[in-house]
């Protein structure tokens, strides 16, 4: 059974900073797509970052140059560094798995609170 677990999610002053993890269990990590997604209650949910096996990234317009995805193979792990929050981002930030770079997700985790706000 694949289970993604996310964490490090909380509050954070704009300007700042924070870094997400998601540990994946259940699956062959390595050979999968992993990313993160985000969604704010009342809109669709946005692809804010992915990594390929390869290590290929791809970000959403909004978070290119702030945002870091990075994948730890041997820990099974991916992360999200954040930087120069902005009140835009608060979301609930989803991690995700996909055959592929290009798939739709197959397995999503719980879900971490990311809020920006002085």
């Known amino acids: 059974q694949v289970q993604l677990v996310e964490s490090g999610g909380g509050l954070a002053q704009p300007g700042g900073s924070l870094r997400l993890a998601c540990a994946a269990s259940g699956t062959t990590f390595s050979s999968k797509t992993m990313g993160w997604y985000r969604q704010v209650p009342g809109k669709e949910r946005e692809l804010v970052a992915r990594i390929g096996s390869y290590g290929y990234t791809d970000y959403a317009d909004s978070v290119k140059g702030r945002f870091t995805i990075s994948r730890d193979n041997a820990k099974n792990m991916v992360y999200l560094q954040m930087n120069s929050l902005k009140p835009d981002d608060t979301a609930v930030y989803f991690c995700?798995?996909?055959?592929?770079?290009?798939?739709?997700?197959?397995?999503w985790g719980q879900g971490t609170q990311v809020t920006v706000s002085s």
């Open positions: 995700y798995t996909a055959r592929s770079i290009s798939s739709s997700a197959d397995y």
